[in-house]
């Protein structure tokens, strides 16, 4: 949740936890319990949703019940029923006039693109990496007073193409509108928010005939769109078995997650790596850990503590010290390791891209977050050729990193492989040229030229498939104990207090007193 005030005894914000606590009932003693009681939460909005005879109204408690699956694991990967009633939904609106499409001109649905984060990236470079005959167009939903990035906008106008934004709408006016645009492509493809119920509304038609592709990005999380996709893009092998049981999917591919090359660079001399390291208060002679993630992905959970395993390294190795790239002084448990450690633990918090280099430049070993993982983080840092080491977790599947033997199976061969890869002459490239093969610059385009020869001709309007029994996975356990294991901080218990609000509002009055505008900007920042 970011830098957000976390709730104590004497803070003036009492008051306000009062009233959230008041409202979020305690979590379970137990994960399983936790799934459980969300799973019957998530059954009422479903059941809310098929009471509702109102077309708008149902269209929202679908959003309301497909939000809460994604921010509360309860189980369930997919639901026939939302499915269902957005496929119904989706038959009352106009069908949009049958045209010609347009050869080798793909339109991109996007919910939201922000500054940062991979989401965004892996579509600029989804469109840099694409053959040059082809025109590429990007139609954002509810992108709100977010400006678009300059990367993203000169990528699209190098393919000849054009951002577009829906009008501030309610939901089946944006669908209509989407559905109009859509008729003028040889091909959609989705990288769409996993809640985000235009696209089901707008393109699950029995007459809408282009061929759509959903490019997979939550993996781990609930999402709309089973039904609709004709062509499932993964960004891992390990999740194609999830989407096969728990989401019915037959129609799927692979496509690793493109990385932008570094420019050739040498490392430092010797002077410039002492005056950097200097610079931070190391001694020049120190072996420096790196770790890109964000704070909360590194919260202890079911016995997997990085910090403690950090610790260990520490105290086998006197010279060694750890550079967090994302976690702040702020921290409560950053702090504390900073404060035990005598400085041996950096937390940096967000760094520029601008300045990455300088502390990049000095690392010997890169370290992947966990209990959570973050894998895009660990390829951003193996592209500056720095030899990386992972943890085993239930969620670490990447097909690069097993193929270069980085994942360590328990936290004491970390320690042992963290230690020796200090010293190493010539450290380990094999992750770096695995990337390069696959990810970096002409090894993607090859591998996305390979996916467009998979796309289909046309959409195939198909029945969602019905709900799968099936046990709760390692996975999904996993995932959720990191959900449950984040500190419950002010703005995420008025967040909750917000939807709460909004829930109600929903269930006894929208659309009456909700103007579209106001729909639109509550729309943009996942509240609606």
């Avoid at 799927?252 to 790596?273: F, I, S």
């Avoid at 001709?457 to 984040?486: G, L, M, V």
Wanted: hydrophobic share 40%.
């Amino acid at each position: 949740m970011g830098s957000a005030l976390y709730l104590r005894p004497y803070s003036c914000h009492r008051w306000v936890a009062k009233i959230c606590k008041l409202l979020v009932p305690p979590m379970p003693n137990t994960t399983e319990r936790t799934m459980e009681a969300n799973h019957r939460t998530f059954l009422r909005l479903v059941a809310a949703a098929q009471s509702c005879s109102r077309a708008e109204r149902k269209a929202q408690h679908c959003a309301h019940a497909a939000l809460f699956a994604v921010n509360n694991p309860c189980g369930v990967f997919y639901s026939h029923a939302l499915e269902t009633m957005l496929q119904a939904l989706a038959l009352t609106i106009p069908a949009a006039p049958v045209r010609t499409p347009s050869e080798n001109r793909f339109l991109h649905v996007v919910t939201r693109c922000y500054a940062s984060g991979g989401h965004t990236r892996v579509l600029e470079r989804w469109i840099s990496a694409s053959p040059a005959t082809q025109r590429h167009d990007v139609v954002l939903i509810s992108q709100g007073r977010r400006p678009v990035p300059p990367y993203l906008e000169e990528v699209v106008q190098q393919k000849s193409g054009g951002i577009l934004h829906l009008a501030p709408r309610l939901p089946l006016e944006k669908a209509a509108e989407l559905r109009a645009l859509a008729g003028d492509y040889s091909a959609i493809i989705l990288h769409v928010h996993p809640y985000d119920i235009v696209p089901m509304l707008a393109l699950s038609h029995t007459k809408f005939a282009r061929p759509i592709v959903l490019f997979n990005h939550a993996d781990h999380l609930f999402w709309l769109g089973t039904s609709l996709a004709d062509l499932v893009v993964n960004f891992r092998s390990s999740t194609l078995e999830i989407g096969r049981k728990a989401r019915g999917i037959t129609h799927d591919a692979v496509l690793p997650l493109p990385m932008k090359p570094v420019p050739e660079k040498l490392r430092p001399d010797r002077e410039t790596l002492s005056s950097i390291k200097a610079s931070l208060g190391f001694p020049a002679t120190c072996k420096v850990m790196v770790t890109i993630a964000s704070a909360y992905k590194y919260e202890p959970s079911g016995g997997v503590d990085f910090l403690a395993t950090i610790e260990e390294i520490l105290r086998l190795e006197p010279e060694a010290v750890l550079l967090a790239i994302g976690p702040s002084a702020r921290d409560a448990q950053w702090r504390r390791a900073m404060k035990k450690s005598n400085g041996r633990i950096r937390a940096l918090g967000i760094i520029p891209n601008s300045e990455l280099d300088r502390y990049l430049s000095i690392a010997d070993v890169a370290l992947e977050s966990f209990p959570f993982n973050s894998p895009t983080a660990l390829m951003e840092l193996a592209r500056y050729r720095i030899p990386c080491l992972t943890l085993a977790t239930p969620a670490e599947s990447v097909d690069a990193f097993e193929e270069a033997g980085i994942v360590c199976a328990t936290q004491e061969e970390l320690i042992s492989r963290t230690i020796a890869a200090m010293h190493e002459t010539e450290p380990s490239m094999r992750l770096y040229n695995i990337l390069e093969r696959d990810a970096l610059q002409e090894g993607f385009s090859r591998r996305l030229r390979e996916l467009y020869d998979q796309f289909p001709t046309q959409h195939t309007f198909r029945a969602p498939p019905p709900d799968p029994i099936r046990p709760i996975s390692p996975f999904e356990k996993f995932i959720a104990e990191n959900r449950f294991a984040q500190p419950r901080t002010f703005r995420y218990l008025a967040t909750l207090m917000v939807r709460h609000m909004l829930n109600f509002y929903v269930r006894t009055m929208y659309p009456h007193g909700m103007r579209s505008g106001l729909y639109h900007w509550l729309n943009s920042y996942g509240l609606m």
